[in-house]
């Protein structure tokens, strides 16, 4: 069974997604914000990581960097999910940020369960 | 697309059909050719610019002064020049070459083929070598060497009230003023040497160094103005970090300053940028709501009745005209601040509509609604804002989607229009009557019949796709007739 560590700060969402995730056979693991997300991959060493962008502690991005300059994690397919605006999403993060957090997909919030189900199978289904 | 830098190329050569031949095939790949007759004269050109010539192209059979000398004599002068040798037979003489220093040997009754292949053999191995060059004077440049260069410049630095840290580029300590000491309780010889996220405790700290060091110089720009506060060794620390760049350009290092805000009100820090707050505030607890409806929906915390299913779905469809109301408010207030052009850059149109269409293929579906794009081989090239067009492709299917019964037809095309580009968006939808059509770009315009009751909208998406094709110098059309569809046109310019 698949591992995928998800940290968002919104409760809600991380268990609603939770049921989401392992109704598809995933195992679910939850961190509520940045830095408790880092300690949870580290301890987890889990097959993919869904981080949401703006959280307390640690955001998102910040996260992902240091994820991506760890020899251990870098190989971890990495989701950001953000909520902030769209357009800044796309031409702020993506093309400046996102290079350089070097994720590996971006899914914009709100998303609909099936294309995240959807995008979560297709990271994995790469290696 | 990456561009490939063109090279410097000198033709040593005293057979003129020769000489044109190669000059030609060169020329031809954008390359910079000169030519010499004879090795005096090749010498000369080398002499007066040598940084000008990458690769010489050289004749082994000149007379007088031969070629091998030459090659010898740049060798001793340490030339950073690639030689590719030419002659009839690559005998003899061409190994005798190859071990003076020529990279390699094409025979003078080259093909057009034979020639490329060494030719971008050599090329190829001139630019690895170029950039192992700029990677060895990038390790060598030690940081270190501030250290040395004077008590003076110590001193100042000491001055500072603000604390100061500089890495090498692996992020380990080189330097540090006394504020830095001080605030972070540090020995200065202890610190020296060591990783700046173990010797401040920060995985946060640590992803500022390595995205300052990535950063180029737009990234600098775009970062001014936004600095980080965190929290570390009990002090709350507003962090700026910058590269640190040597003559060359290359990246060496980091330095950090870090203000002392611990006592500074911590609401102070939040993110004054309101577009992106209350976006953020509206769309997280939309974000868990749409998730939630949907996994109840799909039966993942129960059995639901046909009735509860209906519901939801009503519910879940209001969630979502929710979150497009916020987006589209958004939109509509950037362009009221004319800021619906954010950062013009080269786009593949044909791939951002491909995208795009992706993204709305779900909705489509759900509805059994055809949605097919139809692109254009060759499209002018085009230049504009990504989240703008994205904007505009995003409102007119989604519109087309909307306002089509099920079972319809939504057909996208991008072709060509002179020298501009046009965007069709056409529809088998209820269509729009000649009164409405005349209103439907005015913001907040609905049309309110009995098939559009249950349609969400917030009457913005037209006016936004208006003002940003307008932003962009194009233009907007729409041709309609009730009950038979609805053809929405933009003409977008080309670029230059």
Redesign the interface.
Same mark, same amino acid.
């Given at each position: 069974m698949k591992k995928v560590v998800l940290v968002d700060d919104?409760v809600?969402?991380c268990e609603?997604?939770k049921?989401?995730l392992e109704?598809k056979d995933f195992e679910v693991v939850l961190a509520y914000d940045?830095?408790e997300g880092?300690e949870k991959i580290r301890d987890e060493q889990p097959d993919l990581v869904i981080l949401d962008v703006?959280m307390p502690e =640690?955001n998102g991005?910040?996260?992902c960097?240091?994820l991506k300059?760890d020899p251990a994690l870098k190989e971890i397919p990495t989701i950001l999910l953000t909520?902030?605006?769209?357009? =800044?999403f796309?031409?702020?993060y993506t093309?400046?940020?996102g290079l350089?957090t070097e994720a590996d997909d971006y899914i914009a919030?709100?998303?609909?369960?099936?294309?995240l189900v959807k995008r979560v199978e297709e990271l994995l289904d790469k290696d | 697309m990456l561009v490939t830098p063109s090279i410097n190329i000198l033709v040593v050569e005293n057979d003129i059909t020769i000489m044109q031949k190669c000059r030609e095939l060169l020329l031809d790949e954008g390359h910079r050719v000169r030519t010499a007759e004879s090795v005096e004269e090749a010498l000369d050109i080398i002499q007066k610019q040598p940084g000008d010539v990458d690769i010489m192209l050289l004749s082994l059979e000149l007379p007088g002064w031969g070629g091998i000398t030459l090659i010898e004599t740049l060798q001793k002068a340490r030339s950073e020049i690639l030689i590719m040798t030419m002659s009839a037979n690559c005998g003899e003489e061409a190994i005798e070459a190859m071990h003076a220093g020529a990279y390699d040997c094409i025979r003078k009754s080259f093909t057009t083929d034979r020639f490329w292949t060494k030719m971008n053999r050599a090329i190829e191995a001139f630019r690895l070598r170029h950039q192992l060059d700029i990677l060895t004077q990038q390790r060598q440049a030690a940081l270190s060497r501030v250290h040395q260069d004077g008590q003076t410049l110590l001193s100042v630095l000491n001055s500072f009230t603000d604390a100061l840290l500089v890495t090498d580029w692996q992020t380990n300590v080189v330097l540090l003023n006394d504020t830095a000491s001080r605030l972070f309780n540090l020995n200065e010889e202890k610190a020296i040497g060591r990783p700046v996220s173990v010797l401040l405790e920060s995985d946060e700290l640590l992803s500022f160094f390595i995205r300052a060091m990535k950063s180029d110089g737009d990234l600098a720009k775009l970062m001014a103005g936004e600095e980080p506060v965190i929290k570390t060794r009990d002090k709350t620390v507003r962090v700026h970090v910058d590269p640190v760049k040597n003559k060359a350009g290359a990246v060496i290092g980091a330095v950090a300053l870090f203000h002392d805000v611990t006592r500074v009100d911590a609401m102070d820090h939040l993110r004054a940028d309101f577009l992106s707050m209350v976006s953020h505030e509206l769309k997280s607890p939309l974000s868990s709501l749409l998730m939630q409806i949907s996994v109840i929906l799909d039966g993942l915390a129960g059995e639901l009745s046909p009735k509860q299913t209906d519901m939801l779905g009503k519910a879940k469809e209001k969630t979502k005209g929710m979150i497009t109301l916020v987006n589209d408010i958004l939109d509509y207030r950037r362009l009221k601040e004319g800021k619906s052009i954010q950062k013009i850059e080269a786009l593949n149109l044909a791939e951002v509509l491909q995208h795009t269409v992706e993204l709305m293929r779900l909705s489509a579906d759900e509805k059994g609604i055809e949605l097919t794009p139809e692109i254009a081989e060759e499209l002018p090239s085009f230049s504009g804002d990504r989240g703008g067009v994205e904007a505009i492709f995003v409102n007119l299917i989604s519109n087309a989607i909307k306002y089509t019964p099920k079972g319809g037809k939504v057909k996208v095309s991008l072709n060509k229009e002179g020298k501009g580009i046009r965007l069709m968006v056409v529809d088998t939808g209820i269509g729009i009557s000649e009164e409405d059509i005349e209103q439907i770009f005015e913001k907040f315009y609905r049309i309110k019949t009995e098939q559009t009751r249950r349609i969400s909208g917030s009457g913005l998406g037209l006016s936004i796709v208006k003002g940003i094709v307008e932003a962009h110098g194009g233009a907007v059309h729409v041709e309609s007739e009730v009950g038979n569809g609805t053809t929405f046109i933009v003409s977008l310019p080309g670029k230059g």
């Open positions: 919104d809600d969402f609603a997604t049921l989401l109704s940045g830095r880092l703006m =640690m991005y910040d996260v960097v240091v300059a909520a902030v605006d769209r357009e =800044m796309q031409t702020h093309q400046h940020m350089m919030k709100p998303v609909e369960s099936t294309e | -």
